[in-house]
C-alpha cells in the first residue's frame, strides 16, 4: 500500500490544523493506521493510531484530549485532527499503515510496514 500525508503547515499555538493521509495499492481496512511525528534531534515518536475496525483509537499522552485520529473507508483516508496545538507539537508527521499490528503494540512503529512521506507541522508562538 501506498501512503501519501498532507496537511502540514505553520500555525499559532492554540490554533488547529487536520492531516490527511491517503492509502492506494491496497485493501485498506486490512490495516491499522497511525500517526508518528519526528523533531529536529529527536526520536520518532508515537502519536495516534486507530485498529482496523476504527473501533480503538490509542493516542500519546502528550496530545490526548487534543488530538483526534479517525478514518475514512470509502475515501481511504486517514486523518489526524489537531486542535490546541503547543509549540512542542512542531515536527513531521508520518502516516503508517500495517496488517499485523496487534492492540498491545499499536504504539511501536516497526509495527507498520507501510509509511508515508512526512508532513511539516510547525507551531509558532
Known amino acids: 500500500v501506498q501512503l501519501q500525508a498532507s496537511g502540514g503547515g505553520l500555525v499559532q499555538a492554540g490554533g488547529s490544523l487536520r492531516l490527511s493521509c491517503s492509502a492506494s495499492g491496497g485493501t485498506f481496512r486490512n490495516y491499522a493506521v497511525a500517526w508518528f511525528r519526528q523533531a529536529p534531534g529527536k526520536e520518532r515518536e508515537f502519536v495516534a493510531a486507530?485498529?482496523?475496525?476504527?473501533?480503538?483509537?490509542s493516542y500519546s499522552a502528550s496530545v490526548k484530549g487534543r488530538f483526534t485520529i479517525s478514518r475514512d473507508y470509502v475515501q481511504n483516508t486517514v486523518y489526524l485532527q489537531m486542535n490546541s496545538l503547543k509549540l512542542e507539537d512542531s515536527a513531521d508527521y508520518y502516516c503508517?499503515?500495517?496488517?499485523?499490528?496487534?492492540?498491545?503494540?499499536?504504539?511501536?512503529?516497526?509495527?507498520?510496514?507501510?509509511w508515508g512521506q512526512g508532513t511539516q507541522v510547525t507551531v509558532s508562538s
Open positions: 486507530l485498529s482496523r475496525s476504527g473501533s480503538y483509537p
Open positions: 503508517a499503515a500495517g496488517r499485523s499490528v496487534i492492540s498491545s503494540s499499536i504504539a511501536r512503529s516497526d509495527m507498520y510496514a507501510y
